[in-house]
T-cell receptor
Framework: EPEVTQTPSHQVTQMGQEVILRCVPISNHLYFYWYRQILGQKVEFLVSFYNNEISEKSEIFDDQFSVERPDGSNFTLKIRSTKLEDSAMYFC????????????FGPGTRLTVL | DAKTTQPTSMDCAEGRAANLPCNHSTISGNEYVYWYRQIHSQGPQYIIHGLKNNETNEMASLIITEDRKSSTLILPHATLRDTAVYYCIVRPKSGSSNTGKLIFGQGTTLQVKP
């Protein structure tokens, strides 16, 4: 069964450093998403991406965040200068369509900012 | 986005049916009801969705009231592996406001007990 994969599974970084979280969505999917979950809190939407551009972003997704689909398979989330409060689980998701299609989530990357 | 209300937690005996309620009294005619679950910090997993008719798949059944203001997710024979947080989410079917994002609430923590 096809699945969304994410690397690394755990990333530890120093405050102020740049991190890139990587995701490989399911191959025939066209819509891509990033969500995050701070420990003990709910899953929060960050950004949706379609046709090589952002279709929606939340207020969390400020200028420190960017997304890119550098090739036909990867989908990345970059945090330019990490803050302590960026520590969270980051989930990538993809879907074939948008209106009534399920989103498939990856296993997540746990980001720890020290 | 329509707001959903779910009980914070529920228990269920292994092998019995688990019935998880959700209120979505402000749902509009253009919005689907989706259910996802999250098993211990893993990525959320799609379960089922519906518009107004009852739906069934290999995982669960979804019963939507005639006025669409509430729904119930039914796991017919709960197992220990069904212990998870269950999220009821409404999202638009189509339209320019539909970017596919999922808005997660706190969900219902279902504990299946032996």
């Amino acid at each position: 069964e096809p699945e969304v994969t994410q690397t690394p599974s755990h990333q530890v970084t120093q405050m102020g450093q740049e991190v890139i979280l990587r995701c490989v969505p399911i191959s025939n999917h066209l819509y891509f998403y990033w969500y995050r979950q701070i420990l003990g809190q709910k899953v929060e939407f960050l950004v949706s991406f379609y046709n090589n551009e952002i279709s929606e972003k939340s207020e969390i997704f400020d200028d420190q965040f960017s997304v890119e689909r550098p090739d036909g398979s990867n989908f990345t989330l970059k945090i330019r200068s990490t803050k302590l409060e960026d520590s969270a689980m980051y989930f990538c998701a993809s879907s074939e369509g948008i209106s009534y299609n399920e989103q498939f989530f990856g296993p997540g990357t746990r980001l720890t900012v020290l | 986005d329509a707001k959903t209300t779910q009980p914070t937690s529920m228990d269920c005996a292994e092998g019995r049916a688990a019935n998880l309620p959700c209120n979505h009294s402000t749902i509009s005619g253009n919005e689907y009801v989706y259910w996802y679950r999250q098993i211990h910090s893993q990525g959320p997993q799609y379960i089922i969705h519906g518009l107004k008719n009852n739906e069934t798949n290999e995982m669960a059944s979804l019963i939507i009231t005639e006025d669409r203001k509430s729904s119930t997710l039914i796991l017919p024979h709960a197992t220990l592996r069904d212990t998870a947080v269950y999220y009821c989410i409404v999202r638009p079917k189509s339209g320019s406001s539909n970017t596919g994002k999922l808005i997660f609430g706190q969900g219902t923590t279902l504990q299946v007990k032996p």
